[in-house]
């Protein structure tokens, strides 16, 4: 039954399909990762990228602070690895489900598109929401 609600509009269904999809991944990455830490690693390196210009001629001192602009990436890099990791499996899970309920619908060869255009334009209007 829901399969062919789905088959019956599917430009409408895989657009609430990827905000769903989207709004869940958000929630939990929000719910996994300490938020403020978040803040002040970006806070960290937009404050290196200011130093970097100033120092230009510097090298030694560039190196320095490309250490450190390393060093917030590589921690925000395993911050975000967590949430990751919890909704890699049922995502592509759920990815097979939507690729097999689409196949034979008037958007067949492109629905992958409508969800990547969707889920980016969620995922920015989300992070704005959720503060993230």
């Not at 100033?54 to 450190?68: L, T, V, Y």
């Not at 196949?103 to 598109?113: D, K, L, Q, V």
């Amino acid at each position: 039954m829901i399969v062919e609600l789905i088959q019956a509009n599917p430009k409408v269904s895989i657009i609430l399909i990827a905000i769903a999809v989207t709004l869940v991944s958000m929630m939990i990455t929000k719910l996994l990762t300490n938020q403020e830490k978040m803040k002040d690693l970006k806070n960290k390196q937009s404050a290196c990228k200011e130093l970097m210009k100033k120092h230009k001629g510097n090298s030694a001192k560039m190196m320095e602070i490309q250490k450190e602009l390393m060093a917030c990436s590589m921690e925000q890099m395993k911050a975000g690895f967590k949430p990751m990791l919890i909704t890699f499996i049922p995502f592509i899970i759920l990815f097979g489900f939507i690729r097999n309920v689409f196949a034979t619908t008037s958007i067949a060869g492109g629905w992958f598109w409508y969800y990547l255009i969707t889920a980016l334009a969620a995922s920015m209007i989300l992070r704005k929401v959720l503060k993230m």
